[in-house]
């Protein structure tokens, strides 16, 4: 079982398309965290004017004790991770927590924005299994430099790390 955790306020829409689309394509029950969680302060890096990913990660293993088989952190805050400009989100690998940001998915078009989101998550997910980055651009696993990467791949794993995430479960 997934458990999906809002990290500040996300609409309540986004979730459940969030829950239902994951619980397809990873062939599993998915729920929503009914916790009202704040984005940690201490997280916050005022020069950056961004939050650093590994410790809302940190927050969220700290805050969340309960057994699931993988949580999905998400926030509508810009993450950036030290060395990086910022990023989509983060996982541990292979692990049980990950986390993304809304942020840079935005889209006039709500379809894009939707499918956007619902690769960003299943990337990191897929990370949490074990899985690596995958050298198929149209693989869920495609590493994404840009959002350019993220509109070309497709929400999918390839069959190779279809092979693997069967084997990591
Ligand atoms: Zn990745
Ligand atoms: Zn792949």
Known sequence: MILIQAIGKIEGKILEILKNCISKILNTKVIISSQFL???ENAYNPLRGQYNSTKILLFLKSVIKEDFDRILGITDADLYAPGLNFVFGEAESPGKFAIISLYRLKHPDKKIFIERMLK??????????????CSNPSC??????SIIDTDKKTYMFCKKC???????N
Request: proline residues 3%; without cysteine; charged residues 20%.
């Open 38 to 40: 704040d984005i940690p």
């Open 120 to 133: 960003e998550a299943i990337h990191e997910l897929g990370h949490a299994f074990g899985l690596a980055h």
């Open 140 to 145: 869920v696993m495609y590493f994404s430099n």
């Open 162 to 168: 279809l092979k693997k995430l069967k084997l990591a």
